[in-house]
């Protein structure tokens, strides 16, 4: 048995679990073992009927690179091999204030006549890839009681089969922000690097993309001239004002990623957090080789940099309301302390109404759906609040929403005061 799985078991009545329904807030439970006469649990699925068929499975490969991949392809698996009445959430497990504990997985309720097809589907995949499945079922009393399928290791490790389960207190954040840390946001060169080179033999294009990478060896002088970095959503004026300042200014453009990795950025977007976030992270390594050269001879303005890469990635491993964000001093939010540190980060801004009209009147406008507009606002809300967060150097906001030129002339009044230019 894998040591991954050997431990993730043996903590099994520490850990808590979260079920994700749609439109119900998050239903958080832990398991416990089942002592005959014990006084009742309290109720946990009052949702469910008696007669659910009710199963969850946890992705729990000891590899990293292949505990992605596989989740990120689970949900089209179940979908497409499940019956089509099945009901899918997403259920995670973790064990509180332990960082890298959470696992995820998907969490199923069947219908009884369709339960013997979906057993079916379950099995075959406890056995093929690195899942480890339990079923759920309610009694008389409205209890449920949970059963590990894997057998053989609850054995070996003289483990229950059976828990109750009962509700638990919410943690004070939410529980993907354990997993930030290495797996959503990196913080040296050595860490992305070390993802990409994992991933060679599955994804090709990653050895091309090592491949671009600058030297690290040589040390570098501190930089002549200021490096600024111009940070926002999309639509919120960063190439207008970019291009702006490197005429006003005489400066060099530069972006991250830079025009180097164009040719993979749609293939990394793909592929599952941990490996795409380890792609933009060391563009932004390439992107600073380019800065330190050229910031000898001109200013430099740069049109994104480590800020995207961090604020993205965190606002979109932790879902929900901008509260469930790691608190503001968090060590998500520092800077990594081998990349080159800009003099000035401006992060450009604007009210929804006037970011959705630059949007459609550039013709982007992807759905105005609700459902969608309600995700993205969240997701927006995320994105800026994390910007916010980061340190080292944390960034100045400028209202983007009067005419370019005024724009323009706040970010060159912030240039010139705290750049000396
Ligand atoms: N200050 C501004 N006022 C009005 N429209 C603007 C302003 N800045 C940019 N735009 C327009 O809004 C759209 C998005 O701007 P763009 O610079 O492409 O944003 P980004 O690079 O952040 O995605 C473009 O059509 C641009 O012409
Ligand atoms: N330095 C960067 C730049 C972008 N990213 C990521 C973050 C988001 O997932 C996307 C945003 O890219 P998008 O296509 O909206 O960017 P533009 O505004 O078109 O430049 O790229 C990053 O991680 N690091």
Known sequence: MARRVKTFLSQWSSRIFLLELDGTPPLYFRVQEQHRGEEKAPRVFAQFHKQDRCYSLLVCSPDRIRRAKFYGELKDKLLRELPAGCDLAAISSFLPDVRDSLVRGYFLKSSTEDSPHTERVLRELERRDPVLVCSYSGGEDGQWTQRLWSQAESKTLQMPVEYSVVPTEAPPYHPSTLNIINSDVFYSFDEAYDVLKKCGDIIPEATSVLETLPSREKAR?????????????????????????????????????????????????????????????????????????????????????????????????????????????????????????????????????????????????????????????????????AYRRISGPACVTVDASPSADQVLQQVLLLIRGKCHL
Request: net charge neutral; with cysteine; proline share 8%.
């Open 221 to 385: 002088r501190k930089p002549d001239f200021p490096i600024v970095v111009i940070e926002g959503l999309d639509a919120t004026g960063k190439t207008t004002l970019t291009e702006s300042l490197k005429d006003t200014l005489g400066a060099t453009l530069l972006r991250s990623p830079p025009q180097s990795l164009s040719p993979w950025r749609a293939r990394f977007d793909q592929e599952p957090p941990l490996i795409r976030r380890a792609f933009y992270a060391l563009g932004n390594y390439i992107t600073a080789e380019q800065i330190s050269q050229e910031a000898m001879k001109t200013p430099i303005i740069v049109d994104r940099f480590w800020h995207s890469t961090a604020a993205y990635a965190i606002a979109t491993a932790v879902s929900g309301p901008v509260c469930n964000l790691p608190p503001a001093g968090s060590e998500v939010y520092r800077w990594p302390g081998d990349l080159l540190q800009p003099s000035l980060v401006v992060l450009l801004t604007l009210d929804p109404e006037e970011r959705e009209r630059r949007l459609r009147n550039r013709g982007q406008m992807k759905t105005d759906e609700e459902k969608e507009l309600d995700h993205n606002r969240l997701f927006r809300l995320r994105v800026e609040e």
